[in-house]
């Protein structure tokens, strides 16, 4: 392996390190952030090698060995923090949810002075039948939305980070454009394609005017779910292309000059070896996309309020939560644990089958 | 890096296609992501009764609708707000995922990829706003900076610990042992060699998963 490292240490004893991170196969996801500081210096004119994307060092390295603390002093700091960090995810993140699995059981109102009464399953298994509406279509919805969007998210992003990869202002500045959404926050993306839908005189209205078209966008059950695909697949894409970059360029540059020796076409390059050596990317970026795809709720809750056929499980618990008068937290409890689950069945699972696939094709 | 990795014999034959798909995304680029943000500040500086008339050209430049936004939505809390709860919240939470995540990378625990999983389910907890409110109250952390800063602390923690994973995974582990030989303390190790390695990432990751990917209950209405 390429070690592009230089640690030095100062008179006083400092420990300096200064060093061009070699891309490998860990170091994808994180190298795609990297990438994005790396485009906004390159933009400003002040790219320096040291920020640099990453060197391109072998596409496979074996796993660092354990290190070991050689001091008792620095076991003991490495405890306490781990500790007051886990501290923190199982208090306000861990904790929570075990009280929501609870309330999941009761038929809880908000309500006060309202009793609270142990229900049993029967929020569970109210799921599907007439006592509560929408949750068959949500589960359809939630199953749509998540292919759709991992699926479109992740070929935009493939295609955006095949262009994008270059050196130059041109896409340096591409890459700093497909990021925007990130920064701007699902409130402003949610806002910002509202008004370009607005289905009085707004842009995309005066478009389809020009076919003699008319739709309500946002407010039309055919249109509604494929627009807020769109918008989730639109605000995440930078993310996706940002992850790909970085596994493109890890990629050994060597490999395709040999194959282009051996006179191989563009197309089998992409599909032989562009392809399977993006592996890690891919498991990251696919990754990502289901997860963030299942728990999105509230883009949908600014763009459509889960109405037109945008309710997804996500947006039904919050709904059945807190959307109408006779709200009931146990039942949107329920479905929020409800889709945990179904999330965990999926993302698990494809973890193991995308990480195996990775050490098939990579070794 | 160059993306031109072919031999003389082909490039001929490349450089018309290659052309021609980087003006693709030129004008894909423009039309998906300049277009609609231009379209938005060209609203943001218009009055709304011209937005109204005619909303898809641009009316003369004014600046009221800011100073209108400062003054009547008390823009100036929220932005205060927006900076302190993103910026410290983001700085906590990364500085808590790189406590997770380097015993993690460095393999130091013995369940280290169970602990990897369990951050990793951290990503799409059900959202649990009634019970995070209540524990917020019960712990004194209601209604006051000080609290929705720590319970924005968490939401950020597993995106944090997972890119930080990978990204320590990647410096050479013989740079620790140099520097424990040295005698070098865990804190100041991760703080001097590791934090500047890994740099982009205090205030990247966990920023953009802040605005980004933040759960519901990273966002419980009524506070300050």
């Not at chain 1, 295609?159 to 990130?182: E, S, Y």
């Not at chain 2, 600046?63 to 919240?89: E, I």
């Amino acid at each position: 392996m390429e070690i592009l490292l230089d640690v030095t240490q100062s008179p006083d004893g400092r420990l300096t390190g200064t060093a061009r991170l070699p891309a490998s196969r860990h170091a994808l996801v994180f190298s795609g952030v990297m990438e994005l500081v790396a485009s906004v210096e390159e933009l400003c004119g002040s790219s320096s090698p040291a920020a640099g994307p990453g060197g391109r060092a072998a596409p496979a390295r074996a796993r660092p060995r354990p290190a070991r603390l050689l001091s008792q002093g620095s076991r003991l700091t490495m405890w306490a923090g781990l500790l007051v960090a886990l501290a923190v995810y199982l208090l306000f993140g861990i904790v929570p949810m075990l009280g929501n699995v609870v309330m999941s059981f009761t038929d809880y109102t908000e309500l006060p002075g309202a009793p609270v009464h142990n229900v049993g399953f029967s929020n569970y298994t109210a799921m599907g039948t007439s006592n509560a509406p929408g949750f068959t279509q949500a589960v359809v919805a939630t199953l749509v939305f998540v292919v759709a969007v991992t699926v479109g998210q992740n070929v935009l992003a493939l295609l955006f980070a095949h262009r994008l990869q270059a050196t130059g202002r041109f896409a340096a500045l591409g890459r700093v454009l497909v990021f925007l959404p990130i920064a701007l926050g699902v409130t402003i993306v949610g806002l910002l394609w509202i008004l370009i839908f607005n289905p009085q005189e707004g842009p995309a209205a005066s478009f389809l005017h020009l076919f003699g078209l008319h739709s309500a966008f946002f407010g039309s059950s055919g249109w509604a779910l494929p627009l807020v695909i769109f918008v989730q697949i639109w605000q995440n894409a930078g993310f996706s292309t940002l992850v790909f970059i970085g596994g493109l360029r890890a990629i050994d540059p060597q490999i395709y000059e040999a194959a282009g020796i051996d006179g191989i076409g563009a197309w089998r390059r992409l599909r032989r070896i562009t392809f399977p050596l993006l592996a890690p990317s891919i498991t990251a970026n696919v990754l990502l996309a289901v997860v963030g795809a299942f728990t999105t709720y509230n883009l949908i809750y600014v763009l459509t309020q889960g109405q037109y056929g945008t309710q997804t499980l996500g947006m039904l618990a919050f709904n059945a939560a807190f959307g109408t008068a006779e709200a009931n937290l146990g039942y949107g409890a329920a479905v929020s644990v409800a889709l945990f689950l179904m999330t965990l069945i999926v993302a698990l699972p494809l973890m193991g089958l995308l990480r195996l696939r990775e050490r098939r094709l990579l070794g | 890096m160059t993306t031109v990795r072919t031999t003389p014999a082909t490039r001929g034959s490349l450089r018309h296609p290659q052309l021609v798909s980087r003006i693709c995304i030129g004008v894909l680029v423009t039309i998906l992501f300049v277009l609609p943000i231009l379209y938005v500040l060209m609203i943001a500086f218009e009055s709304p009764k011209h937005f109204l008339n005619s909303p898809l050209t641009p009316g003369s430049v004014i600046a009221s609708n800011f100073s209108q936004a400062w003054s009547q939505a008390d823009l100036g809390v929220q932005l205060l707000n927006t900076v302190l709860y993103s910026v410290v919240a983001s700085a906590l939470s990364t500085f808590g995922g790189l406590l997770i995540a380097f015993p993690i990378a460095r393999r130091l625990l013995r369940g280290h990829s169970l602990l990897y999983t369990f951050m990793f389910v951290g990503l799409f907890l059900p959202f649990s706003v009634i019970p995070l409110f209540a524990e917020a109250r019960m712990l004194s952390l209601y209604n006051n900076r000080p609290g929705y800063i720590l319970l924005h602390v968490e939401p950020g923690l597993p995106l944090a610990v997972v890119l930080l994973t990978a990204s320590i995974m990647s410096v050479p582990g013989e740079l620790d042992e140099a520097a424990w030989m040295e005698g070098a303390g865990y804190l100041s190790y991760l703080f001097r060699v590791i934090v500047p390695l890994v740099r982009p990432a205090p205030g990247g990751p966990p920023g953009s998963a802040g605005s980004g990917r933040a759960r519901w209950s990273a966002t419980p209405s009524g506070c300050p």
